[in-house]
C-alpha cells in the first residue's frame, strides 16, 4: 500500500521517514493523480482540522476515494463533540486517576505524539486517547478537583511541539510509519445517542433499574448510544440526538423541563411536552374523554361553585383527583359526605379545579400500553392487597404497597379493549401511552391515560420480553429519520 503524509507546507516539515512520501495538502486536494490512486494510506498531519479547513477535507476526500486517512472525517468530527469526552471521562477513568494521582499541581497538559508521551509512565494513558481518537498530534489538558476531570481535546500542529520534545516525536515517528498495521478507533459508530433521564430519588419512577438495564443493552444491539442521565445534566443534553422520559413527569419538574428544551433544539423525545401537558392534568383529560364520547366514570369538573351538587351526581363513596395526580398520588376516596367535604376543601386550596368520579370498584384494571398508535402490551393490574387502587402507598410493607400483574398476548385482550385504547391514545398524539381501563358489569370505561407509563422488568415485559423494549427504540429511529 502506498504511503502518504499529508502537510501544509512540506518544505517545512522536520521529520525525515524511509518510504513514505511527504505531498501538500493542496496537491492532495487538487490534483487529478491522487483522485486516481488506489490502495493509498494517508496520514493527515495538517496544521488545523476545523469544520471545511483544508485539513478536514484532506481526510473527508480521501474517503470519498476509498484510500484509508489517519485520522478519518469522523475522528475529527468526535474530537470536538462532548459526548466523545464524557466517553473517554467514564471509560479511562480509573487509568486517568492511577496515571495522574502524584502530579501535585491542579492543571496537567499531556501532550501525545503518534500514540505516545515522552514520559515513560504515561504510555498507557496516551494510548488509550490515541485509539479513541486516532490523531497524530493530540494535546489534553486535564484540571484536579475532587478528582482528575478531563477539560479538553484538541489536535496540535507540528509547530506548536515544544523543542524538547522534538528528538522523542521523531523516534515516535519513525516507530510509527514502520508499523505494517494501524490500530482503528475502537468506539462504535453509532446511528445515534438517547439520553434517559432518571431521577435518583424518585418515588414511583416509571422503570426499574433492571428495565433500564434492558433499555442500554438492547439499544447497543440496536447501533444505539444510550446513556443514563440526571436532572442535574440539563446543559448536557445538547449533545444527544433522542431523550427518552423516564422519570415520574409533572409539568413543574424537571422532565418537562427536558421535554421542551429537547423539542427546542430539534431532538428526538418519547415523550413530547404536548402530551405531558394534556395527560398530566385530569382536568384536561376529562374534558377530551367527554368530547370524544369515550366512556368513564362519571366523571365532574369541582370548583368552589358547584362543589355542594357534584354528589348528585357521583354518588358515594366518590374518587377526588388533584388535576396532575400520577401513580395514585393525589388520589383520595370520600366514603362519606363529610370525607367528601374536608378533601374537597384541602384539595381546593391546592388547584382551583379538581375531578370527583364515581367510584367504580374492580379486581383488576387493564393497562394497554402504545407507542406511536400501536398496541405493544396488554397487562391487568391487579389491586393492591386490601386497597381500592393498584398503588397502596400507605402500606407499611413494601411488598404489599402495589398489586400483582399478569401481562397476555394482544390477541388475547378483548377487541373491544384494544379499540378504546387506541381511540383514547389518538386524543394525545403520537407518543408512549398506558391506558387504564376498567370492566363493570360488561361496560368498559377509561379510567386514565398515562403518559410515560411503566416499563418495568417482569412486568409489562413478561409476555413480549425483548420486543416491548425493541419497539420503543425502534419508535426513536422513526423520528430521527
Known sequence: MNKYIVVNQPEKWNFSIDNITVISSQDYLTNPKFSLLKNARIFNLCKDYSYQ??????????????????????????????????????????????????????????????????????????????????????????????????????????????????????????????KKRYDTAKITNYNFDLAILVHPNDPAPPSNPRALKKFIEIAEKMNIYAEIIEP?????????????????????????????????????????????????????????????????????????????????QTGLPCVLKAPDSTFSFGVKKAKTKEEYNALVTEMLKESDLIIAQEFCPSDYDWRIGIIDNKPFYACKYYMAKGHWQIYNWKATDKNEQDGDADCLPIEDVPKNVIDIALKSAKLMGLGLYGIDIKVVDGKLMVIEINDNPNIDFGVEDAHYGDLVYTEILSAFKKRLE
Request: charged residues 20%.
Open 232 to 312: 442535574k445534566d440539563l446543559s448536557r443534553l445538547s449533545s444527544f440526538d433522542a431523550l427518552f422520559l423516564r422519570q415520574s413527569t409533572e409539568v413543574n419538574n424537571e422532565a418537562y423541563t427536558f421535554a421542551r428544551k429537547a423539542q427546542q433544539e430539534g431532538i428526538a423525545i418519547i415523550d413530547y411536552p404536548d402530551a405531558i401537558l394534556k395527560c398530566c392534568n385530569k382536568v384536561y383529560m376529562a374534558e377530551a374523554l367527554n368530547n370524544a364520547n369515550i366512556s368513564t366514570p362519571k366523571t365532574v369538573i369541582v370548583h368552589s361553585n358547584n362543589r355542594n351538587s357534584v354528589l348528585e
Open 53 to 178: 479547513s483544508k485539513g478536514y477535507y484532506v481526510s473527508l476526500l480521501a474517503e470519498a476515494r476509498g484510500h484509508l486517512p489517519i485520522p478519518t472525517t469522523k475522528n475529527i468530527v468526535d474530537l470536538k463533540a462532548l459526548k466523545l469526552v464524557r466517553i473517554v471521562s467514564d471509560e479511562f477513568d480509573d487509568v486517568i486517576q492511577q496515571s495522574l494521582k502524584n502530579i501535585k499541581s491542579q492543571d496537567f497538559t499531556l501532550s501525545i505524539y503518534f500514540g505516545q508521551n515522552v514520559a515513560q509512565k504515561y504510555k498507557a494513558l496516551s494510548a488509550l486517547f490515541y485509539k479513541h481518537f486516532q490523531v497524530p498530534f493530540l494535546r489534553v489538558n486535564f484540571n484536579h478537583t475532587t478528582k482528575w476531570n478531563i477539560q479538553s481535546i484538541k489536535a496540535i500542529s507540528e509547530a506548536e511541539i515544544p523543542a524538547e520534545h522534538i528528538s522523542s516525536v521523531h523516534e515516535f515517528a519513525n516507530q510509527y510509519f514502520a
